[in-house]
Nanobody, 120 residues
Framework: QVQLVESGGGLVQPGGSLRLSCAAS????????MGWYRQAPGKQREMVATITTGGSTNYADSVKGRFTISRDNAKNTVYLQMNTLKPEDTAVYYC??????????????WGQGTQVTVSS
């Protein structure tokens, strides 16, 4: 099994910044992809940003230019630097990973979610 431990959420004023972290542990041979998704009340979960093993990134249009996803492969950790935060960014943010274990089986795992609230 794989566990994803998230940190960095909280309350921030509009225009402020937060940095989310997600560390993966467990039966991991290789991480194919890590990403961040968010779900606001009454809305479907949406992709925020993803990053592949090779470093290719993908962002939702709503966060381009404001958010940056990065990885520390040695620590199996993904980060989401969120700048110029807006109230519309308020949501529960979930870390997701697609991993391959030592038996060459691929699995998808989700973190528990961390609340980000942008409010004055």
């Amino acid at each position: 099994q794989v566990q994803l431990v998230e940190s960095g959420g909280g309350l921030v004023q509009p225009g402020g910044s937060l940095r989310l972290s997600c560390a993966a542990s467990g039966s991991i041979f290789m991480i194919h992809l890590m990403g961040w998704y968010r779900q606001a009340p009454g809305k479907q979960r949406e992709m925020v940003a993803t990053i592949t093993t090779g470093g290719s990134t993908n962002y939702a249009d709503s966060v381009k230019g404001r958010f940056t996803i990065s990885r520390d492969n040695a620590k199996n950790t993904v980060y989401l630097q969120m700048n110029t935060l807006k109230p519309e960014d308020t949501a529960v943010y979930y870390c997701k990973t697609i991993v391959e274990n030592s038996m060459n089986r691929q699995f998808q795992y989700w973190g528990q979610g961390t609340q980000v609230t942008v409010s004055s």
